[in-house]
């Protein structure tokens, strides 16, 4: 599950760059959040 929101953060923030359609610095948000969840994973020794 945890996989999944963080490729859905890390499409939306790649559609927000292309688009360049940011909503202010909501898109970066998203990122950050993302890579906290994957860095979490990681650190749980769990596989991406």
């Known amino acids: ?11 939306l923030w790649i559609l927000g760059l292309v ?13 950050v959040l993302a890579v906290i969840v994957i860095l979490i994973r990681v650190i749980q020794g769990r596989r991406l």
């Open 19 to 31: 688009t360049s359609y940011t909503m202010g610095g909501f898109i970066h948000i998203l990122l």
């Open 1 to 11: 599950m945890l996989e999944t929101i963080a490729v859905v953060l890390l499409i």
